[in-house]
């Protein structure tokens, strides 16, 4: 792994895709054993885009019960920062009245976009939404709610690869590189 440019920032190797691999085969195990047991509904996986589009392609690999995919895409960052405010570019694109949601996330910072999408999605009729992010920042999450699947925590840094992006570019890194400072 060496170091990676996007516009004026460089970044340093973090978690190399080993890591990560190893993080999505564990909570796969977890998944499957929570979702696999009722064969009474098809649950919906929806991916949070852009960010968790490789974490959901990955996982959706190793899920071993009946699922439907679908996909929501929200905003809240501008640059390296979030805004504090979470906005809806692409509406939610299945129906989620009675159906149990697994929602896969790449990161979760403060918890903000997280607690607003449950929350929407319970207001939509989910009998159950539970969480799943490849990604969690502890020093920064405010706590505001049970996150189900975690794949690994991580100090606040600034981040991109596998899904994470600064500015759009770099998504399709296969391992993960930290903001050098």
Same mark, same amino acid.
């Given at each position: ?7 004026d ?21 977890t998944i ?8 009474d509904?098809?649950?919906?996986? /929806? !991916?949070v ?11 959706? #690999?190793?899920?071993?019960f ?5 996909a ?6 501008? *640059?390296t920062?979030?805004t504090?405010k979470? %906005? =809806?570019?692409?509406? %939610? ?6 159906r ?8 979760v ?8 999408l449950k ?12 969480? !799943? ?6 020093d920064?999450?405010?706590? #505001?709610?049970? /996150? ?11 981040i991109?690869?596998? *899904?994470?992006?600064?500015? *759009?570019? *770099?998504?399709? %890194?296969?391992d993960i590189?930290? /903001?050098s =400072?």
């Amino acid at each position: 792994m060496d170091k990676v440019v996007l516009f004026d920032k460089t970044f340093k190797p973090f978690i190399d895709n080993s890591t990560i691999e190893s993080a999505i085969d564990r909570i796969s195990d977890t998944i499957n054993a929570d979702f696999g047991k009722s064969t009474d509904d098809i649950p919906l996986v /929806l !991916c949070v885009l852009n960010g968790a589009i490789m974490f959901t392609g990955e996982l959706l #690999k190793r899920l071993s019960f009946p699922l439907e995919v679908c996909a929501i895409k929200l905003s809240s960052y501008s *640059g390296t920062g979030s805004t504090g405010k979470i %906005l =809806e570019t692409l509406g %939610l694109t299945s129906d989620v009245k009675g159906r149990r949601v697994l929602v896969c996330e790449d990161i979760v910072d403060t918890g903000n976009t997280m607690v607003a999408l449950k929350k929407m999605l319970q207001d939509k009729g989910a009998a159950d939404v539970r969480i !799943c992010t490849m990604l969690l920042k502890p020093d920064v999450f405010q706590d #505001k709610m049970k /996150l189900d699947y975690v794949g690994m925590e991580i100090p606040p840094k600034f981040i991109v690869g596998f *899904g994470l992006d600064y500015d *759009g570019l *770099g998504r399709n %890194l296969k391992d993960i590189y930290a /903001l050098s =400072e």
